[in-house]
């Protein structure tokens, strides 16, 4: 609760006197500070941390979440489009700049960052959760970017399959087997369990 994150911030006040150029501790204390609604505090620790590291991704999108509860929409974006500059090799940022774009209600967007982290690493489990998180809120944002996805790439096996789980939780029972079964006829991804899947969803 709320008072258990004010005690971890006096902890981490204590910890950032004796060592102000902590990395670590001024992560930390930025992001219990943003918890806790301390804007002004969280915004002056993520720039302190970009004075330490000036490639620091993680001030960077913590820049961009405080932009957002500013009602600054346009520097968010800036931010977070500067995060995944920094290394777009990197999945995980896709990730990041997605919940800036969810916060900010651009679903679509928030999609295609989704689906671009799995594409750019497909073993991230995080991505895949969120998307499903967010068909949850958003079906329609969903399905449409995944649609586009399949669009430019007809040959990746894994969006099919990720639209076609998705769909399944959504009982769309007969676009999910439209997916399932291209990826077979197709050969387009090695999925042990997915004559169960079709099965369930008949």
């Given at each position: 609760g709320q008072g258990n994150l004010n005690e971890a911030?006096?902890?981490?006040?204590?910890?950032?006197?004796l060592d102000p150029s902590s990395y670590i501790v001024l992560y930390q204390k930025a992001n219990i500070e943003y918890q806790l609604e301390k804007y002004t505090e969280a915004k002056a620790d993520y720039l302190r941390m970009q004075r330490i590291?000036?490639?620091?991704?993680?001030?960077?999108?913590?820049?961009a979440r405080i932009a957002v509860k500013e009602n600054n929409y346009g520097l968010?974006?800036?931010y977070s489009d500067q995060a995944v500059d920094i290394d777009p090799s990197q999945a995980d940022i896709y990730v990041r700049r997605a919940s800036v774009k969810s916060m900010m209600g651009n679903y679509n967007g928030a999609v295609d960052d989704l689906i671009l982290?799995?594409?750019?690493?497909?073993?991230?489990?995080?991505a895949l959760q969120e998307l499903v998180a967010l068909s949850n809120t958003n079906y329609p944002a969903?399905?449409?970017?995944?649609?586009?996805?399949?669009?430019?790439?007809?040959?990746?096996?894994?969006f099919?399959?990720?639209?076609?789980?998705?769909?399944?939780?959504?009982?769309?029972?007969?676009?999910?087997?439209?997916?399932?079964?291209?990826?077979?006829?197709?050969?387009?991804?090695?999925?042990?369990?997915?004559?169960?899947s079709i099965a369930k969803c008949y």
């Open positions: 911030l006096n902890d981490l006040n204590s910890a950032y006197n590291n000036n490639r620091s991704q993680e001030a960077l999108i913590g820049l968010a974006n800036e982290a799995i594409s750019t690493d497909n073993n991230n489990t995080k969903v399905a449409s970017g995944l649609s586009n996805a399949i669009r430019q790439a007809p040959k990746v096996g894994m099919y399959y990720i639209r076609a789980v998705i769909a399944e939780s959504h009982h769309k029972y007969l676009a999910a087997i439209s997916d399932y079964k291209k990826i077979i006829y197709e050969n387009l991804y090695n999925y042990s369990g997915i004559y169960n």
